[in-house]
T-cell receptor
Framework: AQKVTQAQTEISVVEKEDVTLDCVYE???????LFWYKQPPSGELVFLIR??????QNEISGRYSWNFQKSTSSFNFTITASQVVDSAVYFC????????????FGTGTRLLVSP | GAVVSQHPSWVICKSGTSVKIECRSL??????MFWYRQFPKQSLMLMAT?????????EQGVEKDKFLINHASLTLSTLTVTSAHPEDSSFYIC????????????FGNGTRLTVT
């Protein structure tokens, strides 16, 4: 079965703090994709990153970085020097490699960054 | 980049009426579209998958007669909530992908449905 677990329901930090959002996934597929999306209060889903299961290199994009550890089935997301505008719900997702290739979402982590 | 337009952004309807939500791909051909539902402070749950010209495939527990999905063209899919009830109030989001199964999903901005 395909499953994505985001154990942190809500995280509160003060601006400029670093914060890591955890994501653990389960899949029997050998090839799969992992995603992170941001959902601000307005509701739209903002694509942040897509990672192929064969590419375990960590990635950095500005204040964002991702740590993909296949051995522990984790794909964690770190925001460095958080800002108020980072306040949102963040979803980790797994794309199934069978059937319609649908996206399975985790339950999301609500990040609140206060000034 | 690819854009998916979802309309309306929000709608309020009376119990017993039907509501149609449109999802359009503006600059690519959406071979496959997915419809998600999100209750407040919860995750996105897939309702159904539709391929252009075919009947939609519904997830377990989703009533196909209540949530009618039409994907008659490569740029438009519609979700009709029939005989809406207050418990259908939710945030509905569509996403679309072109023929390449490895291409990323593009999401609409969502429709907030309130049934009174």
């Amino acid at each position: 079965a395909q499953k994505v677990t985001q154990a942190q329901t809500e995280i509160s930090v003060v601006e400029k703090e670093d914060v890591t959002l955890d994501c653990v996934y389960e899949t029997r597929d050998t090839t799969y994709y992992l995603f992170w999306y941001k959902q601000p209060p307005s509701g739209e889903l903002v694509f942040l990153i897509r990672r192929n299961s064969f590419d375990e290199q960590n990635e950095i994009s500005g204040r964002y970085s991702w740590n993909f550890q296949k051995s522990t089935s984790s794909f964690n997301f770190t925001i460095t020097a958080s800002q108020v505008v980072d306040s949102a719900v963040y979803f980790c997702a797994l794309k199934m490699n069978t059937g319609f290739q649908k996206l399975v979402f985790g339950t999301g982590t609500r990040l609140l960054v206060s000034p | 980049g690819a854009v998916v337009s979802q309309h309306p952004s929000w709608v309020i309807c009376k119990s017993g009426t039907s509501v149609k939500i449109e999802c359009r791909s503006l600059d690519f051909q959406a071979t496959t579209m997915f419809w998600y539902r999100q209750f407040p402070k919860q995750s996105l749950m897939l309702m159904a998958t539709s391929n252009e010209g075919s009947k939609a495939t519904y997830e377990q527990g989703v009533e196909k007669d209540k949530f009618l999905i039409n994907h008659a063209s490569l740029t438009l899919s519609t979700l009709t909530v029939t005989s809406a009830h207050p418990e259908d109030s939710s945030f509905y989001i569509c996403s679309a992908r072109d023929w390449d199964i490895n291409s990323p999903l593009h999401f609409g901005n969502g429709t907030r449905l309130t049934v009174t």
